[in-house]
Structure formats: structure tokens, C-alpha cells
């Protein structure tokens, strides 16, 4: 996926990260500048294991610790530059779609035959 748009996605799941972050840590958090810097997503996905390890999660919906999960899962293929790929079938995923849902993780087509319970088979 081109570079412009791996940036901006993962600006994005950065952002989204720290706002789930801010309800629990009390200092306030500085404001991101750059997300160019090596260590960024490194540092976020720290903070959001030390929220597992704390055990606030029972504070977060689940709606919550489930985007909270998704968003660590997708900075952590980020940082292993696996992202973009669907889990499913290994196809890349539409940029559009990432950029609508960075936190995705399959494409629009597994993701469908995973909502209907199923693989559906032909
Ligand atoms: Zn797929």
C-alpha cells in the first residue's frame, strides 16, 4: 500500500488510541506531533497493555476493550509491516476501506462470510 496512505491510516488508529487512552491515564497526555518518530506506535501500544495489566477493562464497554484490542492489533501489524493484508484470504485490503476502518482486518468479502457465521462454501 502506498506509503501516503499507511501514514495517514496509522495516524488515525493513533488518534483513536488515544482517546480510548485518556479516560484512564490521569496525567494529561501531550498532544501527537509527530507521528513520523520511530517510537510512537511503540509507546501506544505500551500504554495500551499497561490498561490490560491494570485490569480497568471492566471500566471499558465492550464495545470499547473490543475496539481497543483491534486498534493495538492493527498498530502491532503496522510496526511488523504486515498491515493491509486480510487475515482471511491474504488478499490486500482496499485502501478505501482502511482508511474508512483502519482497524480492519479482513476484507470486505471475508468480513461478509464471517458475519453471516460461516464459510460459505461452493
Ligand atoms: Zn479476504
Redesign the pocket.
Known amino acids: 500500500m502506498r506509503k501516503k496512505v499507511l501514514d495517514s491510516v496509522k495516524k488515525k488508529l493513533i488518534q483513536k488510541m488515544n482517546d480510548i487512552l485518556e479516560m484512564f491515564e490521569k496525567e494529561e497526555i501531550e498532544e501527537i506531533g509527530d507521528t513520523e518518530s520511530e517510537n510512537v506506535i511503540g509507546d501506544i501500544v505500551d500504554r495500551a497493555n499497561n490498561i490490560y495489566e491494570l485490569q480497568v477493562l471492566d471500566r471499558l464497554s465492550e464495545y470499547e476493550q473490543q475496539k481497543l484490542q483491534e486498534i493495538r492489533d492493527a498498530l502491532i501489524r503496522i510496526e511488523e509491516g504486515v498491515y493491509g493484508k ?6 490486500p ?1 482496499s485502501e478505501k476501506r482502511l482508511l474508512a476502518m483502519p482497524e480492519a482486518k ?6 461478509a462470510k464471517h458475519e453471516k457465521g460461516g464459510v460459505i462454501s461452493r
Open positions: 486480510c487475515m482471511s484470504c491474504g488478499q485490503i479482513m476484507c470486505v468479502a471475508c468480513k
